[in-house]
Nanobody
Framework: QVQLVESGGGWVQPGGSLRLSCTASGFTFRRCPMSWYRQVPGKDRELVAVISGSGRTDYGDFVKGRFTMSRDDDKRTLSLQMNNLKPEDTAVYYC?????????WGQGTQVIVSA
C-alpha cells in the first residue's frame, strides 16, 4: 500500500525551529526524487524543497538558508529541518514525489508560527 506519513509539526514562536519527518512505504523509495510541499487554506499547494535520488537539494527562495532537507534511504524517511521560522511559514506540510510523479497525499503535518 502506497503511503506517506508526515509528523513533527506543532506550534512555535517566530525565530524558532521544528524538524519534520516523512515515512514512505509502498513504492521504491531508494533514489526516488522527493519533495516537501506546503499549503495554506484557500491557496494552492506550493513546492518548498526537493531532493534528488543522490541527495542533491534545492529550495524555494522563501526558505533558502533557513530550511534543510535530507533523506535516509535505508529508513525510507525524509526530514525537513526548519530554522528561523516566520509567521508566513504557517501551513500544512506534506511530502511526496516530485511534481508530475506524485502519489496519494498523506495527512500532512500542521506548522503554526505565532508569537
Amino acid at each position: 500500500q502506497v503511503q506517506l506519513v508526515e509528523s513533527g509539526g506543532g506550534w512555535v514562536q517566530p525565530g524558532g525551529s521544528l524538524r519534520l519527518s516523512c515515512t514512505a512505504s509502498g513504492f521504491t523509495f531508494r533514489r526516488c526524487p522527493m519533495s516537501w510541499y506546503r499549503q495554506v487554506p484557500g491557496k494552492d499547494r506550493e513546492l518548498v524543497a526537493v531532493i534528488s535520488g543522490s541527495g542533491r537539494t534545492d529550495y524555494g527562495d522563501f526558505v533558502k538558508g533557513r530550511f534543510t532537507m535530507s533523506r535516509d534511504d535505508d529508513k525510507r524517511t525524509l526530514s525537513l529541518q526548519m530554522n528561523n521560522l516566520k509567521p508566513e511559514d504557517t501551513a500544512v506540510y506534506y511530502c511526496n514525489r516530485d511534481p508530475g510523479a506524485q502519489i496519494q497525499w498523506g495527512q500532512g503535518t500542521q506548522v503554526i508560527v505565532s508569537a
